[in-house]
């Protein structure tokens, strides 16, 4: 009745773990985006994916931050602010949000079987789908990926 098995987990210390651990997952959930790459950058998709390990992403808009209006931005999360105005800003050279921007490089990760995405609506939807057959300049993927961010309090929503 069980074909796969898997975890969710939140960072790189708990991915070793389970890696370290007897418990082989068929499937590791995560969360990334183009604002927080850490797990990207460390090289943990590599040791997955040559372990066989499905990775799916979850938390593609952080939660929906990427849409937020820029005076709750500015109100709420005024830290990350510069972070992803310089964000967008790689984005508009492409003609995109940032949430495409996010959407379209993960689903370009060879190593990322499956991007979980939320939507509150068809429209919504129906805005991802179109956002899915836009097409990127691989420079302006390296470019957002330049831009570190790492402030752990903005990067987990359960901390909020």
Known sequence: ??????VSLYGEDEIN???ESSFEPNVIQLPMN????????????????ERGIEIHVRSAFLQGLFYLPEYVLKN???EVVPHLNKLKSVSAKDGLTLAELSLLWLVSLEEVS??????????QLKA???????NVD???FEEALSIH???????????W
């Open 1 to 6: 009745l069980i074909r796969k098995t898997g």
């Open 17 to 19: 773990q389970v890696l």
């Open 34 to 49: 183009i604002l927080d790459t850490k797990l990207y950058h460390c090289g943990i998709l590599g040791q997955l994916e």
């Open 76 to 78: 709420r999360f005024s």
């Open 114 to 123: 499956k991007v979980i995405i939320g939507v509150d609506n068809a429209d």
């Open 128 to 134: 991802h789908l179109e956002t899915m057959k836009k």
């Open 138 to 140: 691989p420079d302006v």
């Open 149 to 159: 961010y790492e402030n752990e309090i903005i990067l987990n929503p359960s901390l």
